[in-house]
């Protein structure tokens, strides 16, 4: 009944504007008015009224709509066409929506044509209505609603206005109930981006997500083609999944013409774009939207492809426009880019370009884009190399990166569990493979770096075990070090360890499976892997030399030093089942 009011209100600010004769110069609202005692809700706009012929012709006849008649009849002048887009009501069937909560309705209604009379139409909704001529009627329309007693709730001021602020909010008009204004904020999408305010951004945006933090980035979006769009959109500071709490519901609400279709659109963004809070507005949409429309309706689908194509570019432009600040952004809603990466493939080239990560070549909590990783490589490497850890120093001291810090190579340290998934899911950006450190794809690159390195290093001094000594060893390794080696080698890799495990299962996949299992303290089976030595290192060294002196304790270092390798990959369930053995190992040290 509003939006038939905007329409009406709108119909007449028209008629003003084009100079043709209008017998009112009443101010344009919309007045509500409840009275618990009488069971009465009451509708008054000053907007163009109606003849008699027309209130046969519009509620005479269900789902006749009166306003789609006028857009027909506007559409013809090239002068009005933009006035025929700002018209709510095109389906005939709001009007007696009213009979959901009324028993019966009286309308009265005087039209803005100079001379017309006043009319008041009745009907118990039951098929039948009268029309009679009516005294003392102004321009307008004014609608009596006696409320059913199973919709007495709507009796109540609050409700009518909680209902009034959901759906209709940003009708462009005033809406009073019982003469207080309820539409207090303004409809900022429709606005000219520069005359809106940072203040004006602020109310709006704690408005439209019930929040009380301020935005950390805005989007004033229009566009004609090939769908209409008017849409303002923004970027919290705080993430409220963050502390623990449930996935958040979207944020983004879809308009027609001011009017909500639907809260909190689920088919409107992508689920990683959850975060993202503010109103789209499209004229192409029909408010009788369904919800099965709205999740696969064709102008839905267009919606949903050019906001998110469009809200990727805004922040892509925020990150090079303040990379500090949008770092900052980054390490609070990171997460959600992560999984847009993973699960948005129609977009996934693009959101990858908004993924930071730590890298070896800046201090710790500085990020860096694959854009700039890849910008700086050296013209001769061929992939971007990652390692994900737990953090930081874990990844600094691990075997696997040694080499390539060796070599200078820039690594790119993750350590969320999503990471592992991401560059699984990415895969190569801008035509470079994605390799991590550990995994078999680094291997060939380092057995072309690190003989030279190996030959080089201040850890070369010393003895080495001759290859006849190194293959005596990995043969009884390989027997006595434990049930889940594949082989045993000698490594070709730079390496300041005794050994390394290769070959190995990832820790995340792992640890995605122990989650399956409904258990995360049931200690999953170990695959197979390979066994890399270090033939320089003085631990291995002195094994080969201790197996035919006290076997039995060179058992219990080589099956320490593979746990210490599983260690080192994150791969070992619990390391408190090697404490047996490894005090066993102290106690013949200290002898």
Known sequence: LISNSSDALEKLRHLQATSQDASTDAPLEVSISVDENAKTITFFDSGIGMTAD??????????????????????????????????????????????????????????????????????????????????????????????KDDAKEFLEKGK???????????????????????????????????????????????????????????????ADGPISIRSILYAPTRNPEAAGFERVKPGVSLYSRKVLIMP?????????????????????????????????????????????????????????????????????????????????AANQKEISKLLRFETSSKEAGQLISLDEYVERMPSEQEHIYYFCTPNRTVGVESPYYEPFKQHGAEVLFLHHTLDEFVMGRLFEFKGKRLVSVDSKEANSVLEKWNKAAQAESPESTGAVLTTEQANELTAWLLTNMGSSIKEVKVAERYMTYPAIVTDFESPSVRRMMKMMAGDSEVSMPMSPCNVEINPRDSVITGLYELKNKDEDLARKIAQQLFDNALIAAGILDDPRSMLKRLNEILAKAVL
């Open 264 to 344: 909190n659109a689920p088919g409107l963004l992508p689920e990683w774009l959850r975060f993202v809070q503010g109103v789209v507005d499209s004229e192409d949409l029909p408010l009788n939207l369904s919800r099965e429309l709205l999740q696969n309706g064709p102008v839905i689908l267009r919606l949903k492809s050019i906001i998110t194509s469009r809200i990727i570019k805004w922040l892509q432009e925020e990150a090079k426009r303040d990379a500090g600040k949008y770092d900052e952004f980054y390490k609070t809603f990171g997460t959600f880019i992560k999984e847009g990466t993973c699960q948005d």
């Open 160 to 222: 009518l206005e909680e209902v009034i602020k959901k759906y209709s909010n940003f009708v462009g008009f005033p809406i009073s109930v019982n003469g207080e204004k309820v539409n207090t904020v303004e409809a900022l999408w429709t606005k000219d981006k520069n005359s809106i305010t940072d203040e004006d951004h602020t109310n709006f945006y704690q408005f439209v997500s019930n929040a009380w933090d301020n935005p950390m980035y805005h989007l004033v979006y229009k």
């Open 54 to 147: 027309e209130l046969k012709d519009n509620l005479g006849t269900i789902a006749r709509s009166g306003s789609k008649a006028y857009i027909e009849k506007m559409k013809d002048g090239a002068e009005t066409k933009d006035m025929a887009n700002t018209i709510v009501g095109q389906f005939g069937v709001g009007f007696y929506s009213a009979f959901m909560v009324g028993d019966k309705i009286a309308v009265y209604t005087r039209s803005a044509t100079p001379g017309s009379a006043g009319y008041c139409w009745e009907s118990d909704g039951l098929g039948s209505y009268t029309l009679s001529k009516a005294e003392d009627v102004p321009v307008g329309t004014k609608i009596i609603i006696s409320v």
